[in-house]
């Protein structure tokens, strides 16, 4: 398969909105950290090593396995910066792999579920990701794959330790698991504030991504574990899982509280957002992520009944700025990039009868 | 830590900017945070700089032979890497450091894992038979000094048999009998 395949803007399975809370519970993601015991990890190795890492992961991802899963090994030197930039937005490869600093690559399951990262921070980047609250099912499947790679591989792993990492924040389990959720709720009543705090003194750690305002970009945040070292991979899991249980209880309730203490001017902070996203010309991403954030509530509380989900999940992955030059087919400055997100919003948003309005001047 | 821009309050969010492709990131209170912008990554983004997290922190002494000094210049014979690079890069080289510098070592774990020190989590299946073999071995041992501190010497001494028996299967490389 190639490389195309993963650049495409259109909807994978993580990005649709199924299961149990996921109008709260967008995605979740299980990282494990590997590295092989014959070779230096990534911040002491050499090109040719790393090189060698890369062959022996990637011979035995192309192998025959039970069961069989289809990996495209993509070369992130070989690859443009323009599509790396694009892998980035979609979540399947880091920041630091996209620099391309050493030889490296990622290999990717068809479905874009599972991927692994070579020689990024460590060897091996084992990568799940899921639709909604599946903290379980991610890791089931990181852990098969992994279990896969450590019968033909010999990984560094220490009797005390555990799995040896570039990083002391990830030996022993190397595990991150984290889900992102939406908390418009919560953000409104600034409850947030201290709920951030409560969450890292349970040694979880939750972060927003911060805009102009003050609020978090499209009020989605990131819970996460801390510990990696001294709990299993089965305590991690359950303890992240209670707490985010919990948040998702306190959303729920402070969604109500608003509907039953300012319902007009819930209804009317939602339709102007969705005002915005069908009619604007020019949208930035912050603006953007507000209304996002906006409608997917206003589609929560049965608000807006005529408007799938599923699109808004797809619209926030495929409204940043390397996407939408893909698809321009040309680079774009900051305010062009405003132009083409507001043209994407309208052609994806809007209903048949006025989308004669949405492509006049498109 | 504490937020890098008030220096008042902990650190709770990691920021990240990206400019013209260089990235950086920040280690912020709520507050601060809410004053920068920037653009989505979170997934990507480790729970907290470490680099900082080393910076604050003095490693203690376990040996009292080594002095500090001593200790900043134990190097790695695999990598390369000093503890002293080691502590201003946040990473190790290769899993060599990991036995080089584990005087130093179980403070540090403790200290960024909730107070934890040892795995406790999934073992690779070739790791997986000797391991187990060894902490059988080190429960028996513990018996068998409890029975020796009871006067239970016939009982110490089917415990010793047993811990011979798993010593002798430790050193044909953790196979069972029988296999
Ligand atoms: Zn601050
Ligand atoms: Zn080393």
Redesign the pocket.
Known sequence: MAIDHFLRNSATSWMSNEGEHSDIVMSTRVRLARNLAEFRFPYAFTDEEAKKVDERVSAILKEDREPPEDFTHIDIQETPDLKRQILVEKHLISPLLAKGEHSGSVLLSTNEELSVMINEEDHLRIQSLQPGFRLQEAYEKADSLDTFLEKKLAYAFHETYGFLTSCPTNTGTGMRASVMVHLPALTMTRQIDRIIPAISRLGMVARGSYGEGSEALGNVYQISNQTTLGMSEHEILQELENITLQLIEQERRARRAILEQSPSALEDRIYRSLGILTHARLLSTEEAAKCLSDVRLGIDLDLINDMDMSVLNELMIFMQPAFLQHYAERPLQPNERDRARAKLFRERLVNDHDKQEGEDSA | MV?E?????PATVTVTQNQQGEVTERH??H??AAENHHIFSLFDQSPFGINDFLSNWLPVQHHPAMSPRKSETVTCPACGFSFAKFMKLGKFGCAECYETFSPQLDDMFRRLHNGHAEHKGKVPLSFGRTIKIRKEIDELRRQMQEAIADEQFEEAASLRDRIKGLNAQLDAGGEADGN
């Open positions: 937020c821009q008030c220096h008042e309050r912020l209170c507050v601060c």
